[in-house]
């Protein structure tokens, strides 16, 4: 009897306990004090997630005193699907998701669903500082503030003329049995970029622009051919076909001289090599046709209740001291123009900057993520 | 003493609305939504999923032929119950060979086992799988061992579906261990000299008294490490081939990488209807052993 009555007691305070704890939080927060607190939401290796809470935070704080940035950051993604049926939901709802500004893969999409706020001179003036082409491609919804590309790292030590075209690598990868690999497309944009390199070499030229812009999944029959030539590289892929998870276990790889060549971002790749994680002798460079990379966006979400504070931050980042960061931190090319652009960026990149593919549309890289894992993997 | 049914009803109300609403709901909206119904509470996923099987009226098996029609799945299911039996196989046998060693042994060498067995379950499942990928991966320990032995060419276990096997082992060890040894502790002394009394070997004794004994343990070693594996995900992901993957990861995949929901909530129902396979072993075997206790 004692013991049933100390439960029940214990239940009651539990349940009285929760319901009290949720409820004051909320309050504080909205409470009227200057500082206003915005949420960013982004995603992508860590080197990403270093900048932002070690160098553009900490400086955008310390010169807007009243404005708090809250960093959600989700490590390779793994978050961007629940955070993008938020916002999506909320929109529908014409409510906040309680995300302001979101970074990542997702405000491209975003972008085109139309869920962000649209950007122009006059709430955001440093917009008029990046390409035209780069606004036009998310409707004016989304401001590029960085940029990288997909590019091909050889260790020089093994390699003394790499190839320079798709063809020279495939005939490369064939001559040179498990030397290459490339991470899973789902799992890092590195080797989504080599794979969309492959597939749309094989692509009629005139489909090509539909994938960047539109969505019709019907086309996706053209992919076929560029597919089976990736089914045909499995036996001369690393350890008879294993393609690691993520961009970092390809680096690794490579500066193990496990394997000699590889698809690689150029701003972690570059990082990597400052850091020496990377040995000196692992170079850089790029094919033709390029592969794909361009600017990595954010974007003001919809209904978001803080908006002047959103366009402070957005506006901060395309500013000489923010794009500096950029270049000399995570190595990315900037977002805004070469003129713009500390002299630095120029010169680091040399060869490699500005020469790339445009991305493809997320929903056709989703469903080429499902093909390849259907017919290359399996 | 009066009984008081609204007290019990109200103590377990808060567990049970926690469980309908956390729990109930959304595994039936689940089944609903791989079944074609993408309305009501459906409707925000289904805003912005792709490739997806919409029924206005009526429920479709669709979804769930589309993925047994395609041979990668079919594959990923079959490397999903290999792994699963096998790795529940092997810990059952290390498990009870150590069980038995502890419980008739009590020298030094069965101290520091008994210490020794239970250091995988203080170490997270990632730390652990990162370290097991690299001791088994070629150009890791195994192979720099093998090496030194005059062996070359180890493959590496890493990235296989027998290295998933180990490190599932490694991981499940410590419960399984834990389980029987508490269990052959509870069989007496006397029963196991009695039948020694009268002239069965020590081996008869373990397979006739020892083991009968200790059906319950036993199950729920299967059920519980089967099940674990079943759903699991961290390893084989990290430890896992390219292809075939195991359903944890495959459904994971399809969600993020492929942004297909539906597909991947009807992978979901199946690894519950595997599960829940293995459960009915679980709750017989608990209705046979209070039945024979006379407990109905």
């Given at each position: 009897m004692m013991r049933r009555k100390a439960m029940v007691w214990g239940a009651g305070i539990l349940i009285a306990g929760g319901a009290l704890g949720v409820g004051p939080i909320l309050p504080v927060m909205a409470a009227s004090q200057p500082v206003t607190t915005i949420t960013l939401y982004d995603s992508g290796d860590v080197n990403i997630e270093n900048m932002w809470q070690n160098y553009m935070i900490p400086l955008f704080e310390k010169e807007h005193p009243t404005i708090k940035v809250h960093l959600i950051y989700s490590t390779s993604g793994a978050s961007n699907t629940d955070i993008y049926d938020r916002i999506a939901a909320a929109e529908a709802a014409h409510k906040n998701s309680g995300i302001d500004i979101i970074g990542s893969s997702i405000a491209p999409e975003a972008a085109e669903a139309h869920l962000l706020e649209p950007v122009s001179p006059k709430v955001i003036p440093n917009v008029t500082k990046v390409s035209p082409s780069f606004l036009k491609a998310v409707n004016d919804e989304a401001v590029p503030y960085r940029g990288s590309s997909v590019v091909l790292a050889y260790n020089s030590e093994f390699v003394k003329s790499p190839p320079k075209t798709l063809m020279g690598l495939l005939h490369w990868i064939k001559t040179h049995p498990g030397k290459f690999t490339y991470n899973t497309p789902s799992s890092g944009g590195s080797g989504a970029g080599f794979v969309q390199e492959v597939v749309n070499y094989y692509v009629p030229k005139k489909d090509e622009p539909i994938f960047e812009t539109e969505y019709k999944p019907a086309l996706e029959s053209t992919w076929k051919k560029g597919l089976s030539v990736l089914k045909s590289l499995t036996p001369y892929i690393y350890r008879d076909g294993f393609y690691p998870n993520g961009n970092v276990a390809v680096l690794q790889l490579l500066a193990n001289s496990s394997i000699w060549m590889a698809p690689v971002w150029s701003d972690m790749s570059t990082s990597y090599k400052k850091e020496h994680l990377?040995?000196?002798?692992i170079k850089l460079t790029q094919l033709t046709p390029p592969m794909n990379g361009g600017p990595a966006y954010v974007g003001i979400v919809k209904n978001s209740p803080h908006l002047k504070q959103d366009n402070i931050f957005v506006n901060w980042l395309l500013t000489p001291a923010a794009q500096t960061i950029v270049v000399n931190e995570v190595d990315g090319y900037p977002g805004v123009e070469y003129k713009y652009a500390p002299p630095k960026a120029k010169q680091v990149f040399g060869s490699i900057a500005g020469d790339s593919s445009p991305y493809w549309d997320a929903q056709f890289s989703t469903d080429l993520n499902a093909k390849w894992q259907a017919t290359v993997a399996g | 003493m009066r009984q008081k049914p609204w007290v019990g009803l109200l103590m377990s109300s808060g567990p049970m609305i926690v469980m309908i609403v956390f729990i109930g709901l959304p595994i039936v909206l689940a089944v609903a939504y791989s079944l074609g119904d993408v309305l009501g509470l459906n409707r925000a996923i289904a805003a912005v999923a792709q490739h997806q099987v919409i029924v206005k009226h009526g429920l479709t098996l669709k979804v769930y032929r589309d993925l047994w029609a395609n041979a990668g799945i079919r594959a990923d299911i079959g490397a999903t119950l290999w792994v699963t039996v096998v790795a529940v196989a092997v810990v059952l046998v290390i498990a009870y060979a150590v069980s038995l060693y502890l419980r008739f042994n009590h020298n030094r060498l069965a101290k520091v086992l008994s210490a020794i067995y239970l250091i995988p379950l203080f170490i997270p499942v990632v730390i652990a799988s990162y370290a097991l990928v690299t001791f088994w991966n070629a150009g890791g320990f195994v192979d720099a061992l093998m090496a030194h032995l005059g062996?070359?060419?180890?493959?590496?276990?890493?990235?296989?579906l027998t290295g998933v096997v180990i490190a599932q082992v490694w991981v499940n060890l410590p419960f399984a261990i834990l389980m029987l040894s508490s269990g052959l502790t509870a069989v007496p002394d006397s029963l196991i000299e009695a039948s020694r009394d009268v002239g069965s070997t020590f081996l008869r004794s373990i397979v006739r008294i020892v083991l009968p004994l200790n059906i319950l343990p036993t199950v729920i070693v299967l059920t519980f490490t089967g099940i674990g594996i079943l759903g699991s995900f961290t390893i084989p992901y990290l430890m896992g081939p390219t292809a075939p993957q195991m359903l944890g990861v495959a459904t994971t995949t399809y969600y993020q990488a492929f942004n297909e929901p539906q597909q991947a909530q009807a992978l979901a129902v199946l690894t519950f209807v595997l599960a829940a396979g293995i459960g009915v072993i679980y709750v017989w075997a608990n209705v046979q052993a209070n039945r024979r206790e006379g407990i109905s």
């Open positions: 990377l040995p000196p002798s | 062996s070359q060419g180890f493959p590496g276990l890493s990235y296989t």
